[in-house]
């Protein structure tokens, strides 16, 4: 099993309105990826950021499924220009030794076939995690 973890402050000045429509949006496309057995969209407490989400998938060709999926293609269009910080990371109890660096050449395939998503990502105002652009674990 592989927890795809994402952590985010958004950016100041967006009204209420803007935030839970965000949120909402967020819930419901993950909802339609078929390759996320179990989810969660919401408040984060506990750190620096606002609002986190954990994404369950079986293995790596699933995260790789919902990583290119279309909706999650389209809350990354939608949502990354709201968020000022961002981190991401995966848990996983697979023993195998080189599944970071496996989970970071999925992102980085992904960046590669959609270089507007990878545009977003760069210009996050901060962003950790070995899923950024050009990064490996």
Not at 99 to 116: F, L, V
Request: proline share 6%; hydrophobic share 35%.
């Amino acid at each position: 099993m592989i927890h795809h973890c994402i952590r985010m402050t958004l950016k100041p000045g967006l009204s209420k309105e803007e935030v839970e429509t965000g949120i909402e949006r967020m819930r419901a496309a993950t909802a339609r990826i078929p390759a996320i057995r179990s989810w969660v969209v919401g408040r984060d407490f506990g750190g620096d950021y606002e609002y986190s989400a954990i994404s369950v998938v079986e293995d790596l060709d699933a995260y790789e499924e919902m990583m290119n999926h279309p909706a999650h293609l389209e809350i990354d269009r939608l949502g990354l220009p709201l968020v000022e910080r961002f981190m991401s990371f995966d848990i996983t109890d697979d023993p195998d030794p080189e599944m970071g660096a496996k989970i970071a050449e999925i992102h980085q395939r992904r960046y590669d076939s959609t270089p507007d998503i990878a545009g977003l990502v760069s210009d996050l105002g901060e962003y950790s995690g070995s899923a950024a652009p050009g990064k490996h674990a």
